[in-house]
């Protein structure tokens, strides 16, 4: 079965710093990953997805995410983060042929001034 | 954004009392989906629907039912709500007419408290 693994409940960054959520998959067959955010009181959106094309992902909002195969992963990154950058992000993963996602259990990221 | 509505948005009930969220959507995508979100587990899926009439389990189905007569709308329907359904419940739709793509375009959340 699919399954995601979000390390790291809450992470906390200084205004400009780095961004680094971490995801890792588990999969049978190579599986199509997402990064969600949601904003306070919304529903989420889509930030970036990973389809087997560039191993490399660009998103919205200055994000990417580079998939990993021999490490099951799928981080989520930013090089200079923004106080507008604070939300909760979700990775996702779905199988091909699947009709459903899969969605990890969150990191709330903090911007500190 | 997409045209996808949940009502109500907030509800307050008595456990053992019969719930129905509304989900309704302008797009015509074929797939609809109820999540549950909570602390700790992220969102975890309820029921999804793959056209019509056709609908599916998911993860934590135990409890909930759903209907889809017609494209637009897909129901959620909680026989007999108990505590343990308090919970943010969200609406997604995607695919378009055709393919399961992976983007879901959410709606904005029902709250229920469930007492």
């Known amino acids: 079965a699919q399954s995601v693994t979000q390390l790291g409940s809450h992470v906390s960054v200084s205004e400009g710093a780095l961004v680094l959520l971490r995801c890792n998959y588990s999969s049978s067959v190579p599986p199509y990953l997402f990064w969600y955010v949601q904003y306070p009181n919304q529903g989420l959106q889509l930030l970036l997805k990973y389809t087997s094309a560039a191993t490399l992902v660009k998103g919205i909002n200055g994000f990417e995410a580079e998939f990993k195969k021999s490490e099951t992963s799928f981080h989520l990154t930013k090089p200079s983060a923004h106080m507008s950058d604070a939300a909760e992000y979700f990775c996702?993963?779905?199988?091909?042929?699947?009709?459903?996602?899969?969605f990890g259990q969150g990191t709330r990221l903090t911007i500190n001034p | 954004d997409a045209g996808i509505t949940q009502s109500p948005r907030h509800k307050v009930t008595e456990t053992g009392t019969p719930v129905t969220l509304r989900c309704h959507q302008t797009e015509n995508h074929r797939y609809m989906y109820w999540y549950r979100q909570d602390p700790g587990h992220g969102l975890r899926l309820i029921h999804y629907?793959?056209?019509?009439?056709?609908?599916d389990k998911g993860e934590v189905s135990d409890g909930y039912s759903v209907s889809r007569s017609k494209t637009e709308d897909f129901l959620l329907t909680l026989e007999s709500a108990t505590s343990s359904q308090t919970s943010v419940y969200f609406c997604a739709i995607s695919g378009g007419t055709g393919v399961f793509t992976g983007e879901l375009f959410f709606g904005e959340g029902s709250r229920l408290t469930v007492l």
């Open positions: 629907s793959y056209g019509v009439k056709d609908t």
């Open positions: 996702a993963v779905s199988e091909k042929g699947a009709q459903k996602l899969v």
